[in-house]
């Protein structure tokens, strides 16, 4: 039987601490490459084999995993905050921390995170892009707003960004070229974000199977296009969650817990959570209870209002929204209300 190596990996932007260890827990290699393909390919051909690899979560990790996946059929990385709970120490290096990580990945100790395909990966960007794109345009509108009230001139604020009223209210502005320039400039900037918005959601349907799977989801009360995307490509694999407990609490709709000494405490909402999902699935159940008047909704919420407050009850809406949402995805069938 051949033996195990197992490798940390602490990765940054310009440089990669590794440090490589056998079973045992003795340093077979400790070496700094450059953060590239190249050079991660050029230590595999050294590395000694067959090896296991783990690296903690950052914005840098995912080209290091999809590499290493190519070498070794265990490649690891792990949650970013419960590594700095496991891990911590007096002293920290970039060498400590490939150690620490050679160690935890040999006692099978990472706390592991689900890495989505390279392609899957992709796709996400995509829909990360589009709702920057969306933000940007939420921006540019205020900006517009901002620079009519600043100088006390009236509009009509339904509206000011429909193209044909403003471009006929800024002919109206015949003394304010200043003004009238600025507010043109933020309008073709509003414009082209528009446009590339347009365009990748374009993309994002011509993708094989979101389309289909979008429109299962869509049939949940309250959930529209936006929001099955967003579950579709940040859930991607509905069957990891083999609960639907799990997948609130991924979705960060459920309060941390602590207990001690036979005493237990409901904490505020846990910061650890998909914020992505968390927010447009929020979303979603406003819109369930408040537009589309979803009975069952509708009675979780006033019950839980009558209780507690109206946040509580949006969140015990969001979280009946995932267990349909759940439910839907991994059965692939319409909903149907009880």
Not at 2 to 16: M, R
Not at 143 to 152: D, E, P
Not at 289 to 305: C, F, G
């Amino acid at each position: 039987m051949k033996e195990q190596f197992y490798a940390g990996f602490d990765i940054h932007k310009k440089s990669i601490a590794i440090c490589v260890k056998n079973q045992m827990g003795e340093t077979i290699q400790e070496k700094s490459i450059r953060a590239n393909p190249i050079a991660v390919a050029r230590w595999v051909e050294n590395a000694p084999k067959p090896f296991a690899a783990a690296m903690e979560a950052t914005l840098f990790t995912g080209w290091v995993y999809d590499e290493l996946c190519r070498y070794s059929d265990d490649v690891r990385v792990g949650n970013s905050v419960m590594l700095s709970y496991i891990s911590k120490s007096k002293n920290k290096s970039d060498k400590v921390d490939a150690k620490k990580l050679a160690d935890l990945l040999r006692v099978d100790l990472i706390p592991q995170v689900y890495m989505l395909p390279r392609y899957a990966r992709d796709i996400r960007e995509f829909l990360r892009y589009r709702n920057w794109l969306v933000r940007q345009s939420v921006r540019y509108k205020n900006k517009i707003s901002g620079l009519l009230m600043m100088n006390g001139i009236e509009y009509n604020a339904s509206k000011l960004h429909n193209k044909g009223y403003f471009y006929d209210f800024l002919d109206s502005l015949n003394n304010e070229k200043k003004l009238v320039e600025l507010l043109r400039l933020s309008r073709s900037q509003l414009e082209i974000l528009k446009e590339f918005e347009r365009r990748t959601k374009k993309l994002l349907y011509k993708q094989p199977g979101i389309k289909e799977r979008v429109e299962l989801l869509t049939s949940v009360p309250g959930v529209g296009e936006i929001t099955a995307l967003t579950w579709a490509l940040e859930i991607w694999d509905p069957h990891r969650f083999s609960s639907s407990e799990k997948a609130k609490s991924y979705c960060g709709l459920t309060p941390s817990q602590k207990e001690s000494a036979g005493k237990e405490r409901r904490m505020p909402i846990s910061k650890q959570r998909n914020k992505h999902i968390q927010w447009v699935v929020v979303e979603a159940s406003k819109i369930a209870v408040h537009r589309v008047k979803e009975p069952e909704l509708v009675q979780i919420y006033q019950k839980v209002a009558e209780r507690k407050n109206r946040n509580a009850a949006t969140m015990a809406v969001a979280r009946k929204l995932v267990e349909w949402l759940l439910a839907v995805d991994k059965r692939k069938t319409p909903f149907r209300a009880r």
